[in-house]
């Protein structure tokens, strides 16, 4: 099967940036926007548990309101597509037999065949110390980068944001009571011809600095 | 520019799985590896400030080892290069001053023309009431798709392994008292032919359970 050229993914990498000023003009395709969110979909997760909900909110009403969840921030309201991902607070038992279900549905194999898989996942998710919802919304920070590395192979512009009100914006995409709760935004559109930030050179510590060869 | 295509993107999104079998026998190339790597490197982070290392082990004698510190999972010693996320702890001021240094020289501007986003890092880091190692960890996840990603797109297999014994995992690669802790694991390499996982259907829920439109 074919690949994707080295040179071809790290020049979309290199030209990828936090954009600051979106153009509210243009628009994301609904082509590259299935693209977009079959890639979250597809993104993996613990025991493939997918503790996540991806709210996309493109209503200008809606988007407007955002700037106040996002500490006044203007690209969730001039963006072409906003999405906040939720992270799920918990992971009970009844979450995780929707997932075993899910696997004896999809490939066919009696319920019962999963349950030495169901009773590692109930082992792991009882005895976790450190809370699931913090667990879930790391696993919602590799949707972000699905997302956003995504959005760059197809030339379309981001900008990750954790900067929002949780509490705000819970309250303002329906969140609330829901059992999920907003982790980060991320805008995506096409940069502002007046974006500065555009023409920045992308700051990163070097290889040696970075990583550890053993 | 030229832009990847949304067919390409999704089959190499789809033919990627959570590998437990690797070909010990292939290894990946000088040429690939150097891909991975930078992409890793070009993730983005929380405000630019890379609170990470990323450990790769190719020494077999080492590799060996890696089992005991994963509760027993064979990927890392049969894998090609296995990849240690590792966040940094805290993010005190003199981290956040190599950042400021390293824009500054970067982008040849005075380092006191950023002064106002000092303060706002500084501002954010020192407020913080969950703990910088936890946030740092979720940017290691960011990480971690970006690799993930990228090595799908250029046919190289892995796997995402959460799995790992800190502590033992810390010492094993030098980290102990580094200022930096084992976050999450990665292998990858070459899925073997006896992986019976590469043909079980990826198990996704659909969008109209995961995505809230608005």
Redesign the interface.
Known sequence: ????S?D?????????Y?TKEFDSTRKISD??W??L???I????S?Y?L?P????????QT?KDQLPDAAWGQSQPKDCSHYVVIAARKTTDADYVQK?ID??AA??SVPVESLSGYKQAVLSKTGGMS?GHQ?WN???C??????L???AA???IDAC?M?GIVRDKMDLL??LTDTGYTAT?GCALGYRSSSDKYAE??????S?AD?????
């Open positions: 099967m074919s690949v994707v080295g071809v993914i790290l020049q979309k990498l290199a030209w990828r936090a082509e590259n299935k693209v969110e079959t890639a979909i597809s993104s993996p613990s493939g997918q996540w909900k991806f709210v996309v909110i493109t209503n809606v997932l899910a696997m999809e490939r450190n913090e919304s790391r696993q920070y590799i949707a972000l980068g699905f956003l590395e995504t192979l197809l030339g990750p954790e995409l329906g980060v920045a050179k992308k700051v990163r510590y290889a970075l990583i550890k060869r053993i």
